[in-house]
């Protein structure tokens, strides 16, 4: 069965910490792995993807095919960075919809 | 990037009516678009996936006699809720995807629509 983990509800770091946020996922098959973002009082929006391997407002992530791992990274959080992320997976073929986590909301202190 | 949009974005409605919510690619044509709901403080669930010109494929426990879904162009799906009742009361998300893979995300999400049903 296709499931995404993300096992912490609430991540509070202060500004210039270091941010990881958690993801697990379980998928039978090759899946294809997003986070999305969600700031306050804003549609949900892509934040990067697995298979394009790039960094997004410093954010990275890294697919962990072993640990069937998606773990989302930042060296240096900022207080914009404040929001909702949701962790999701997909089948690479077809029209498949999202599976998504249930979220973990990130607070950056001042 | 793609836009999608939701009308209208928030609706209050008597116990037993219908609200139709509507989901339209602005930008892009979709073939496929989807249904979420999201409960406070939850994460996205899918109801169901709407595709053009065919009937929509419902997620397990949803009931498509309540959630009437259409998708009459490849730029408009609707999600009807039929006889709306209090715990229907959700913030309902639609999300479009590109089939020509010409853009870079794989689905678009609208703005959502809260439904408040008194």
């Known amino acids: 069965a296709q499931r995404v983990t993300q096992p912490e509800k609430l991540l509070s770091v202060f500004k210039g910490a270091p941010v990881e946020l958690k993801c697990n996922y379980s998928?039978?098959?090759?899946?294809?792995l997003f986070w999305y973002v969600q700031y306050s009082r804003q549609r949900l929006q892509l934040l990067l993807r697995h298979i394009s391997r790039e960094s997004i407002k410093g954010f990275t992530a890294d697919l962990n095919k072993g640990e069937t791992s998606f773990h989302l990274k930042k060296p240096f959080a900022q207080e914009e960075d404040s929001a909702m992320y949701y962790c999701a997976l997909s089948s690479y073929s077809g029209n498949t919809p999202l599976v998504f986590g249930k979220g973990t909301r990130l607070s950056v202190i001042a | 990037g793609a836009v999608v949009s939701q009308h209208p974005s928030w609706v209050i409605c008597k116990s037993g009516t219908s609200v139709k919510i509507e989901c339209r690619s602005l930008d892009f044509q979709a073939t496929t678009m989807f249904w979420y709901r999201q409960f406070p403080k939850q994460s996205l669930m899918l109801m169901a996936t709407?595709?053009?010109?065919?009937?929509?494929?419902?997620e397990q426990g949803v009931e498509k006699d309540k959630f009437l879904i259409n998708h009459a162009s490849l730029t408009l799906s609707t999600l009807t809720v039929t006889s709306a009742h209090p715990e229907d009361s959700s913030f309902y998300i639609c999300?479009?995807?590109?089939?020509?893979?010409?853009?870079?995300?794989?689905?678009?999400f609208g703005p959502g629509t809260r439904l408040l049903v008194l």
């Open positions: 998928y039978s098959g090759s899946p294809e």
């Open positions: 709407s595709n053009e010109g065919s009937k929509a494929t419902y």
């Open positions: 999300s479009a995807r590109d089939p020509s893979g010409r853009l870079q995300e794989t689905q678009y």
